[in-house]
């Protein structure tokens, strides 16, 4: 069964870079038919996604936080990461990774397995 | 303000049935297929419907999704007290964000 956790710090400082890791086991983080993303969720507030990474290292993200967001992906230790620089107490939320699954009948990607979700608070 | 709109709440009595709406435009929806998930209180979200219809394995038949011009829904029948959740849809969008999601509902089960 697949796995998927994220591990990181629990409390970043504003203007400061917030780093997460997204282990994942049961499962090859290569195959080619699955991308890895990651989604947040502000207290008490709906699911944004963040951004998606494939296994060759191309990436998609959200305009509003591309500038400050790098997603890596280390296919070695199979698993991947995410950094957003210059947080504010905006970027506050559960963060969650997740996988991509694609589905042969539509010729889409889907949400289909979700980390347990990591809260990160940012601190002034 | 979330691009595919959703009702904040929707409630029914156990045993009967409910529909979650999510709308959207022709960039989202209208061209492309719709997904909801399930997030029961302090946990996770769990996909629940996929290509607007199809239930991943393990998911009961009691749940169901269709989409019809820029507009999907959520089926929820048999309603349980197990199934009180926030449900959120989501689909790919040919605008500014790759992906968008619903601001979610919170189905009550009363």
């Known amino acids: 069964q697949l796995q998927l956790q994220e591990s990181g710090p629990g409390v970043v400082k504003s203007s400061e870079t917030l780093s997460l890791t997204c282990t994942v086991s049961?499962?090859?983080?290569?195959?080619?038919?699955?991308?890895w993303a990651w989604i947040r969720q502000p207290p008490g507030k709906g699911l944004e996604w963040i951004g998606s990474?494939?296994?060759?290292?191309?990436?998609y993200s959200t305009p509003s936080l591309k500038s400050r967001l790098t997603i890596l992906i280390d296919t070695s230790k199979n698993r991947f990461s995410l950094k957003l620089s210059s947080v504010t107490a905006a970027d506050t939320a559960v963060y969650y990774c997740?996988?991509?699954?694609?589905?042969?009948?539509?010729?889409?990607?889907?949400?289909?397995?979700w980390g347990q979700g990591t809260l990160v608070t940012v601190s002034s | 303000q979330s691009v595919l709109t959703q009702p904040p709440s929707v409630s029914a009595a156990p045993g009967q049935k409910v529909t979650i709406s999510c709308s959207g435009s022709s960039s989202n929806i209208g061209s492309n297929p719709v997904s909801w998930y399930q997030q029961l209180p302090g946990t996770a979200p769990k996909l629940l419907i996929y290509d607007n219809s199809k239930r991943p394995s393990g998911i009961p038949d009691r749940f169901s999704g269709s989409r019809s011009g820029t507009s999907a829904t959520l089926g929820i029948s048999g309603l349980q007290t197990g199934d009180e959740a926030d449900y959120y849809c989501?689909?790919?969008?040919?605008?500014?964000?790759?992906?968008?999601f619903g601001g979610g509902t919170k189905l009550t089960v009363l």
């Open positions: 049961g499962g090859s983080i290569t195959s080619s038919s699955y991308y």
């Open positions: 997740t996988r991509l699954g694609y589905d042969d009948g539509s010729g889409y990607y889907y949400f289909d397995y």
């Open positions: 989501g689909t790919w969008d040919s605008g500014l964000s790759p992906w968008v």
């Open positions: 990474i494939y296994s060759s290292g191309s990436t």
